[in-house]
């Protein structure tokens, strides 16, 4: 059974915590509308999906599968190390964009 966002959302603003020491809360975004100003450093989810693993043909497990982006002004930012370390990530790739690096991950959780 698939956790509940909030405790995901509790994740990642305690990885932010731990590189922001002031109102970390404000660099975590669930699926942010175009008129929220973003900061930075940030981490930005949203839902993408799911994993149904299956055992002799019944659902067995079923995961939220989230896209997580960080982005950064820093290139060299431990953030996104943070966020490789949680269980069931995988680092999907980085670009940059008006000298702001992104990095995307796929977490099932």
């Known amino acids: 059974m698939a956790?509940?966002?909030s405790e995901l959302n509790e994740i990642l603003v305690s990885i932010m915590g731990?590189?922001?020491a002031t109102n970390p809360e404000?660099?975590?975004f669930y699926q942010p509308p175009e008129s929220v100003k973003l900061r930075y450093p940030c981490i930005i989810y949203k839902l993408s999906g799911d994993h149904v693993t299956y055992a002799d043909d019944v659902k067995y497990r079923q995961l939220k599968r989230y896209q997580i982006m960080v982005i950064d002004r820093n290139p060299d930012s431990q953030i996104p190390d943070l966020v490789a370390d949680l269980?069931?990530?995988r680092?999907?790739?980085a670009y940059q964009v008006d000298n702001l690096?992104?990095?995307i991950f796929d977490l099932n959780f």
């Open 101 to 103: 690096h992104h990095f």
């Open 18 to 20: 731990e590189q922001i």
């Open 3 to 5: 956790r509940p966002r």
């Open 91 to 93: 680092f999907d790739r």
């Open 26 to 28: 404000r660099h975590v």
């Open 87 to 89: 269980p069931y990530c």
